[in-house]
T-cell receptor, first 109, second 113 residues
Framework: LAKTTQPISMDSYEGQEVNITCSHN???????ITWYQQFPSQGPRFIIQ???TKVTNEVASLFIPADRKSSTLSLPRVSLSDTAVYYC??????????FGAGTTVTVRA | DTEVTQTPKHLVMGMTNKKSLKCEQH?????MYWYKQKAKKPPELMFV???????INESVPSRFSPECPNSSLLNLHLHALQPEDSALYLC????????????FGPGTRLTVT
């Protein structure tokens, strides 16, 4: 299983861009990288997934360098409602899944 | 319908009780998961059912017993639990592959007294 490491917390202000980097040095060839957002007393919610290079959707971007040993989730122009815990998950086809410890992002006005 | 439902929302049980948690999805997903989450910790994978067969058991104690009656339903039977088993129990589903996007339910908050 790939071991994933994330910062414990990050602070930001409304309107700023937030970048969270997840380290996964021993990622395997068949592993994908997925990010989830979780609010208190709720289940995690899918944000974005990638294998390599850059992926963008309507809420975030995911940057994965060529060696795939890390990935960076980018949240553009955050608002107060983006205050949550963000998890990096590395997983393969066969349900070998490894969640990072989570990054608590606090957005202030 | 992109929702995973879980019942009950809250459960308090004694160490000698037997109870069950239920999870349901109608998205046609073929993989279903049970996770345990303690406060300020990431979800911890317990079991995975793939195409109604148990594919993953992460060395979970036998006092937790999963069951997948059909492709839409997932149960977790609880018996003789310990206070340290108190946690949020999350169910999730995904289309089929291990790296697919998972849809999580809201969880059952379990307290063992």
């Amino acid at each position: 299983l790939a071991k994933t490491t994330q910062p414990i917390s990050m602070d930001s202000y409304e309107g700023q861009e937030v970048n969270i980097t997840c380290s996964h040095n021993n990622i395997a060839t068949n592993d994908y990288i997925t990010w989830y957002q979780q609010f208190p007393s709720q289940g995690p919610r899918f944000i974005i997934q990638g294998y390599k290079t850059k992926v963008t959707n309507e809420v975030a971007s995911l940057f994965i360098p060529a060696d795939r040993k890390s990935s960076t989730l980018s949240l553009p122009r955050v608002s107060l409602s983006d205050t949550a815990v963000y998890y990096c998950l590395v997983g393969d086809l066969h349900y070998k899944l490894s969640f990072g410890a989570g990054t608590t992002v606090t957005v202030r006005a | 319908d992109t929702e995973v439902t879980q019942t009950p929302k809250h459960l308090v049980m004694g160490m000698t009780n037997k109870k069950s948690l239920k999870c349901e999805q109608h998205m046609g997903h073929r993989a279903m998961y049970w996770y345990k989450q303690k406060a300020k910790k990431p979800p911890e994978l317990m079991f995975v059912y793939s195409y109604e067969k148990l594919s993953i058991n992460e060395s979970v104690p036998s006092r937790f017993s999963p069951e997948c009656p059909n492709s839409s339903l997932l149960n977790l039977h609880l018996h003789a639990l310990q206070p340290e088993d108190s946690a949020l129990y999350l169910c999730a589903s995904s289309p089929g592959q291990g790296f697919d996007e998972q849809y999580f339910g809201p969880g059952t908050r379990l307290t063992v007294t």
